[in-house]
């Protein structure tokens, strides 16, 4: 074989036509900054086309980049949304604009389907802090109480939990229990928050979000000083110190939902960056004072890296189905409890 023979010759696709450029054009106007619309429409009429072809929709978390969140994604929401939407969907196949374990909880509700997650790098620092060997010496140390489990978990450790959660629901799913105490793993600070909204005692384990956890209660004193009668809204992973100066604290769909009913006229979300950017291109009359901390883990996922996943159908989400079994258990408990108070 000639080394020429050996090169796989490049795909070649037709140019996008002028009608579905505009449809791109449209869906970006006011999301991105003009001179960006030229550079992303192809890119999003190419998506459109794959996604076509494939049968496959996108579905997108609040973390996304604007031309993801704005320009491919079909459904947008926090991760209990998107392991609802999940459920619900009938296309054959998923690409999952989030991360890893989002993309695990899609495949673990659709095991027929194709679930693609277009970076295997997105992971999440939560899902990293612990192991399914943590979670046997937690029951080993307290037998017969419960075990929740943040969904920012991989499969193998939900398989060793009773139920899984979110920021959404999470009190609800822990008094769903009907325990006087539960093991709540792996995130400290979702726990410690929820402790303060239950009776039931909660036994924590000490992971953390490496975005949320860098915010500290100073930042929204700051924020409150530069600019009074500011509307402060955070995440439930932050620190208690952080969450005690906030005015509101939900999900990331339950903050977004909290700025279109109140409509402040200026407002903080102390999250990841990319959603104020989202949010603000929904409600334009608002002002967004940004503090931005990067999920370095979310912003792998770009809208070139989601067209080459439709392309070559990668990287398609595989469980093993001794672990799939249990741990689509505990997400099936969970959505089976629904949406709750956490917001
Ligand atoms: P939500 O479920 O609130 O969208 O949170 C997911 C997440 O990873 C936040 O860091
Ligand atoms: Fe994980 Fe935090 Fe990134 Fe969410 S923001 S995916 S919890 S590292």
Same mark, same amino acid.
């Given at each position: 074989?000639?080394?020429?023979?050996?090169?796989?010759?490049?795909?070649?696709?037709?140019?996008?036509?002028?009608?579905?450029?505009?449809?791109?054009?449209?869906?970006?106007?006011?999301?991105?900054?003009?001179?960006?619309?030229?550079?992303?429409?192809?890119?999003?009429?190419?998506?459109?086309?794959?996604?076509?072809?494939?049968? #496959?929709?996108? $579905?997108?978390?609040?973390?996304?980049?604007?031309?993801?969140?704005?320009?491919?994604? /079909?459904?947008?929401?926090?991760? $209990?949304?998107? !392991?609802?939407?999940?459920?619900?969907?009938?296309?054959?196949?998923?690409? @999952? !604009?989030?991360?890893?374990?989002?993309?695990?909880? #899609?495949?673990?509700?659709?095991?027929?389907?194709?679930?693609?997650?277009?970076?295997?790098?997105?992971?999440?620092?939560? !899902?990293?802090?612990?192991?399914?060997? /943590?979670?046997?010496?937690?029951?080993?140390?307290?037998?017969?109480?419960?075990?929740?489990?943040?969904?920012?978990?991989?499969?193998?450790?939900?398989?060793?939990?009773?139920?899984?959660?979110?920021?959404?629901?999470?009190?609800?799913? %822990?008094?769903?229990?009907?325990?006087?105490? %539960?093991? *709540?793993?792996?995130?400290?600070? @979702?726990?410690?928050?929820?402790?303060?909204?239950? /009776?039931?005692?909660?036994?924590?384990?000490?992971?953390?979000?490496?975005?949320?956890?860098? *915010?500290?209660?100073? &930042?929204?004193?700051?924020?409150?000083?530069?600019?009074?009668?500011?509307?402060?809204?955070?995440?439930?992973?932050?620190?208690?110190?952080?969450?005690?100066?906030? /005015? *509101?604290?939900?999900?990331?769909?339950?903050?977004?939902?909290?700025?279109?009913?109140?409509?402040?006229?200026?407002?903080?979300?102390?999250?990841?960056?990319?959603?104020?950017?989202?949010?603000?291109?929904? @409600?334009?009359?608002?002002? *967004?004072?940004?503090?931005?901390?990067?999920?370095?883990?979310?912003?792998?996922?770009?809208?070139?890296?989601?067209?080459?996943?439709?392309?070559?159908?990668?990287?398609?989400?595989?469980? &093993?189905?001794?672990?799939?079994?249990?741990?689509?258990?505990? %997400?099936?408990?969970?959505?089976?409890?629904?949406?709750?108070?956490?917001?």
């Amino acid at each position: 074989m000639t080394i020429e023979s050996a090169v796989a010759a490049p795909v070649v696709r037709p140019a996008p036509s002028r009608a579905a450029l505009d449809r791109a054009t449209k869906r970006l106007q006011g999301a991105v900054p003009d001179v960006e619309i030229a550079v992303h429409a192809p890119l999003i009429a190419r998506i459109e086309a794959l996604k076509a072809e494939r049968d #496959a929709i996108v $579905l997108a978390h609040n973390y996304m980049t604007p031309e993801i969140f704005h320009g491919v994604a /079909d459904l947008v929401g926090d991760s $209990l949304a998107l !392991a609802n939407l999940a459920s619900e969907t009938e296309a054959s196949v998923i690409v @999952l !604009a989030g991360v890893h374990f989002m993309a695990e909880t #899609a495949k673990l509700i659709n095991p027929d389907k194709t679930v693609l997650i277009p970076d295997l790098g997105a992971g999440c620092s939560l !899902a990293e802090s612990i192991t399914p060997a /943590d979670v046997r010496a937690l029951r080993a140390q307290y037998p017969g109480v419960p075990v929740v489990t943040y969904v920012n978990t991989s499969a193998a450790v939900k398989a060793e939990c009773d139920i899984c959660c979110t920021s959404s629901n999470a009190v609800e799913v %822990v008094e769903s229990l009907g325990s006087d105490r %539960v093991i *709540f793993v792996p995130d400290q600070y @979702l726990s410690a928050h929820v402790a303060t909204q239950t /009776d039931v005692e909660i036994i924590p384990w000490d992971g953390a979000c490496e975005v949320h956890e860098r *915010f500290v209660a100073q &930042d929204l004193i700051s924020l409150r000083e530069s600019w009074p009668g500011i509307e402060i809204i955070a995440h439930p992973e932050c620190p208690q110190e952080v969450l005690a100066e906030a /005015d *509101f604290v939900g999900s990331t769909s339950g903050m977004i939902q909290h700025v279109r009913d109140q409509r402040p006229e200026r407002v903080a979300l102390i999250t990841e960056c990319s959603m104020s950017d989202n949010v603000a291109a929904e @409600l334009p009359e608002i002002d *967004f004072v940004r503090p931005c901390n990067l999920c370095p883990y979310m912003k792998r996922i770009t809208l070139t890296k989601i067209a080459r996943s439709l392309e070559t159908m990668q990287h398609a989400v595989e469980i &093993d189905e001794a672990v799939a079994g249990r741990a689509r258990i505990a %997400v099936e408990r969970m959505l089976a409890v629904g949406r709750g108070r956490g917001g």
